[in-house]
């Protein structure tokens, strides 16, 4: 790699670490001001992920957080990049600030009079996907724009330095959750997505794909999830189904979707991360599923609620031993209300009451595992508790229905996703759901 000018560029100390660690390292490094921003991360031969650092070393106190604490049980190493990639930023002017150069000179050298109406319509931001970008529904409004289509894409995609170009439209409100795209450059929408060292691909006219979720897909990823048997309710193209079994171990997934174009991008995506064998794909309406008794947990990873799957997800787990429910949930907040703090609640009350106790025991912010003895040293909204325990309240009714005898549950955790628009808060619930022991 060269600068301009013809200079090689300089060397640079990296850290070295599997790619499941690399966003977690990729945050220590930033709130320590340790990260490189001027040069891009590298993939490294052996499939390690290289994070360039700043300065000509790294204290040793930073390296050994990185390996006790943030990536533990994952090498984490320096290294020293001989050609580092620069990164867009610094490249030198944003690519928004490309675009409306170049497409302000290409519409004037058509006879378009170039106003503030049209560089008020540029995109401002995009997604990303390979060659393909993905651009927002309120962008390229104007009447002026359709004269100068199909060419006008061509420029866009040229000044961005893509290849293909699709916007997105509003998610068709059926269950299927298919995005309204089109696509306005480019053959077909099929694209490739890497997540924490997880290989996605999917129709982009077809599928949807939510960046925001990663923090949750981080967390599925290091669940102790070795030798359990799951069953995924809202499957997509593997969202959580991959990081199940790629990264938490799991020794099987039944994978429930009724989107075809979703269900064709799952087995592809199966494949290509070696999978395949260590997961059934249920075709249809979940609520039709003939599996029981069979899961350790359950996700349900549909939003804006995953209601209609409860009864399906209590029937399938272990009538045994019982399991663990993750339900995604979209809880409206109220502004003006303060958070709920925790340590000392009054509310807080003796676990493992039977059989329709709620309890909400709360958790160390940022633990992994299922334990839910922990200490919660991050405020929740009283809305998401509130909503939770109705949840556990619905679920054990349920529970007692499906298995015609009484089960106990706890609140493991209430996890924040992301804000779905203002005021309506992404969350996942935790509940472990247990039959109660014999009495006599």
């Not at 070393?57 to 930073?62: G, Q, W």
């Not at 995953?306 to 787990?317: D, I, K, P, Q, Y």
């Not at 502004?335 to 925790?342: D, E, K, N, V």
């Amino acid at each position: 790699m060269e600068r301009e000018g013809g200079e090689p560029a300089a060397a640079v100390v990296a850290v070295v670490t599997e790619p499941r660690f690399a966003q977690r390292c990729r945050e220590y490094l930033e709130k320590e001001k340790l990260l490189d921003r001027q040069h891009r991360a590298a993939k490294m031969p052996d499939g390690t992920v290289a994070l360039p650092v700043l300065g000509e070393a790294l204290p040793e106190r930073h390296l050994w957080q990185l390996r006790n604490r943030v990536a533990p049980g994952g090498p984490c190493a320096l290294t020293r990049l001989p050609a580092p990639v620069p990164s867009r930023k610094a490249q030198g002017g944003s690519p928004a600030r490309r675009l409306c150069l170049e497409v302000s000179r290409w519409v004037e050298a058509r006879g378009v009079t170039w106003s503030s109406e049209l560089e008020a319509d540029l995109p401002r931001s995009w997604q990303r996907h390979g060659d393909l970008l993905l651009l927002s529904e309120n962008c390229f409004q104007a009447k002026q724009w359709r004269d100068l289509e199909p060419e006008l894409w061509e420029i866009v995609a040229s000044a961005l330095g893509a290849q293909r170009l699709a916007r997105r439209g509003r998610v068709s409100p059926g269950g299927t959750r298919t995005p309204a795209v089109t696509l306005l450059l480019g053959g077909d929408g099929w694209v490739e997505h890497v997540d924490n060292g997880i290989r996605y691909t999917f129709d982009i006219t077809r599928c949807m794909f939510s960046f925001g979720n990663i923090t949750e897909k981080l967390r599925v990823a290091s669940l102790p999830c070795a030798g359990q048997v799951l069953v995924d309710l809202y499957a997509g193209i593997g969202y959580f189904t991959l990081p199940f079994l790629v990264h938490a171990g799991a020794a099987f997934v039944h994978a429930c979707e009724w989107n075809p174009h979703a269900v064709v991008a799952l087995k592809r995506n199966l494949e290509i991360n070696g999978v395949a064998d260590r997961c059934q794909i249920h075709f249809g309406d979940n609520r039709k599923l003939k599996l029981s008794d069979i899961a350790d947990r359950v996700n349900l990873g549909l939003i804006p609620s995953s209601e209609e799957g409860w009864r399906t997800a209590c029937r399938v787990l272990r009538k045994d031993a019982g399991g663990i429910l993750h339900i995604h949930q979209n809880v409206e907040s109220f502004p003006g209300r303060h958070l709920q703090s925790s340590g000392n609640s009054e509310t807080e009350k003796e676990p493992w009451l039977c059989p329709q106790q709620m309890i909400s025991n709360q958790w160390e912010s940022g633990a992994s595992g299922d334990s839910g003895r922990k200490v919660l040293s991050a405020a929740i909204k009283p809305e998401w508790h509130r909503w939770a325990e109705s949840a556990e309240t619905r679920i054990v009714t349920l529970l007692q229905e499906v298995h015609g005898e009484p089960w106990k549950t706890q609140i493991l955790r209430i996890q924040p996703v992301k804000s779905y628009a203002p005021h309506v808060d992404h969350i996942v619930l935790d509940l472990e759901c247990r039959p109660c022991p014999p009495v006599g």
